[in-house]
């Protein structure tokens, strides 16, 4: 689609619209994309994900009852972070606008991890594997790496420990 939007010199979106094949993505995204970004979003965030079946795909993808319990409780902590972000910003006395929905909360989430990202001097860091992309680190330790969560499959790591091509 970006391809066709940038030969055809038009928004991404114009071509989308116009697409068979994205109908249901683009019904989805004008349902809710207002209503994620003002009052009441963290209850439009819960439709979206009981409409589009994050639960049930999460219970499918996984490829153990742990590994389902682990994908289920980051989407119930994903809203209830956004139901407690919402009501704070409800109860601000300031003369402070209510802070756009679900925009107000990525860019809180992404003031939140600047202010962090001092240097700590000899101290370690805690970062996602995203984060530490491309960055240069004497020695990472890759905590919490469980079945389904990277996709490694097919990376030769499937083999048994010391058999994987490159590891011995």
Do not use: N
Not at 115 to 129: F, K, M, N, P, R
Not at 140 to 151: D, I, Q, T
């Amino acid at each position: 689609m970006q391809e066709v939007a940038r030969a055809q010199k038009r928004p991404v979106w114009d071509v989308l619209r116009e697409e068979e094949r994205a109908a249901g993505f683009v019904e989805v995204i004008e349902k809710y994309g207002a209503r994620l970004s003002q009052r009441g979003f963290s209850e439009a965030a819960r439709e979206l994900v009981d409409e589009v079946g994050l639960f049930d795909e999460a219970r499918r993808g996984a490829q153990s009852l742990p590994a389902q319990a682990r994908k289920i409780e980051a989407i119930q902590s994903l809203l209830k972070q956004l139901i407690e972000y919402e009501q704070r910003e409800e109860q601000k006395t300031s003369d402070e606008p209510f802070a756009a929905g679900l925009p107000g909360y990525l860019a809180r989430l992404a003031l939140d991890s600047k202010d962090a990202d001092g240097d700590a001097g000899d101290a370690v860091t805690l970062i996602t594997l995203h984060g530490a992309k491309g960055l240069e680190w004497r020695c990472v330790f890759l905590c919490g790496l469980e079945e389904g969560l990277l996709p490694h499959s097919g990376q030769g790591f499937d083999e048994p420990a010391g058999r994987a091509s490159g590891w011995s």
